[in-house]
């Protein structure tokens, strides 16, 4: 089982981001997947979640609005669009398998002024 994220990096507050997750070694399609953030010094924080089907979308309180999960199971990969970037979001992303058995190994954003 593989995970690779990317598409991380360094944007003003305010901006955009789009993270991807690559999946190799399982069954894509029949998983629900999800994202987790990391903060410098913080625990983690489940931040999405998307269903089989991508039609049942979760987010936490502080993300909604502002971030959209979708998949291709086709490519086997999923995203996380993240707009109007704000300080607080500056973190180490992950994207994980349900339940949390399978973890990439992170994206880091930062955002800043």
Known sequence: ?????????LVRPGGSLRLSCVTSG????????????QAPGKGLEWVSAINIGGDILNYVDSVKGRFTISRD???NTLYLQMNN?????T??????????RSWGQGTRVTVSS
């Open 1 to 9: 089982v593989q995970l690779v994220e990317s598409g991380g990096g």
């Open 26 to 37: 399982f069954a894509f399609s029949d998983y629900w997947l999800h994202w987790v953030r």
């Open 73 to 75: 199971n086709a490519k």
């Open 85 to 89: 970037l704000k300080p607080e979001d």
């Open 91 to 100: 973190a180490l992303y992950y994207c994980a398998t349900h339940p949390f």
